[in-house]
């Protein structure tokens, strides 16, 4: 597959302009999206409102790890349609047992708490470190403490963005709730000095997606898991991004042989058609919620166990995670190859890479949008770093040409 050779820029097309600037014109502002309107999208691939494809090497923040319109994941949803969608968690439905078996045996875990967002299943996490951290650990009453680390995404709720220590994401937003305490991602000593009889919980992401993929020194989720066991704490791992195949392996603990308490699991998990998202852990920790003490309206639903359970069923093959850890290779490869020639610096572990663009070359917004005029949709974070993360099952010969279009971008001065 090739992508079409125009190099129109989509502001004068046709129907992109007008329709980019309708969709403008009736948002708030809280995104600064490529001028693009996508239409249709199959695979790594997607159409626009012009008839233009373009590689998608986003995958929506990794919620389309398994592509756009998978046959396998289209199939669940559309088949649940016709039965049932929702019922709330008031009833039983027949999509429920299945969904939280799957998913628990995949975790290797006892019990499932389901949401919808990835925030919410940050929410429920925190809730969950609390109530333990209470009833189990024993903490006096509201002095519960969670350790998180400095440079963070766990969502955009008042009490996640509170600390996180991105000035766009938390300013103007306070008051904002206590409870948390900030330490330097990847130093585990600093971890170890920050706990306190009153620490009940550690969250923290195995790779940092949103901070520009962000790999701790190795043994760092070790020595949390460690940290965490010899001092009566959860740790919970926000793997949201990180986890379900994206870095070759089911989760990104795994290339630790680390268990986390909690798994707190989004984006993937809905197969890029619906959000589910879920808090996964044992029953002596998922065991101390009781009814009425949390929920979600939409939570658990059926459609969202229909599709969770398809997605559940692919990743249990293990095709996808050993895809990512094949390619992986190949992307390393090419990425490092640049390294001197527009790129400065590239993490990359699986199919997703952190490359951090020369600023002679421009900034990562100039390069998305030169990318966009090649074929390629990608997105910057933090100024001058850009996230690579394809569906997993792009071909090698597609990556390889998305990755001949960065090349040729970042080397034009
Ligand atoms: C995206 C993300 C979230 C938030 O998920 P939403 O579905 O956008 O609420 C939380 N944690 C991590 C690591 C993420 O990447």
Redesign the pocket.
Known sequence: MTATTETTAAASSARTAPEFDRAEARTAHNYHPLPVVVAHAEGAWMTDVDGRRYLDLLAG???LNFGHSHPRLLEAAHAQLDQLTLTSRAFVHDQFADFTAKLGDLCGKDLVLPM???????ETAVKVIRKWGYRVKGIPADQAEIIVASG?????TTT?VGFSDDPDARDDFGPFAPGFVTVPYGDLAALEAAITPHTAGILV?PI???GGVVIPPHGYLRGIRDLATAHDVLFAA?????GLGRTGRTFACDHEDVVPDLY?L??ALGGGIV?V?AVVADRDVLGVLQPGQHGSTFGGNALACAVGSAVVDLLATGDFQRRADEMSVLLRERLEAMIGHGVVGVRVRGLWAGVDIDPAVGTGREVCERLMARGVLAKDTHGSTIRLAPPLVVSEDDLTWGLDQLAAVVGQR
């Open positions: 923040y990794s919620a919808n967002t990835g925030a919410e299943a940050v963070n995404f766990h969502g955009r996640i992401e940092q997606g949103e926000d793997e949201i991004q990180a707190v989004g984006k959000p998202s």
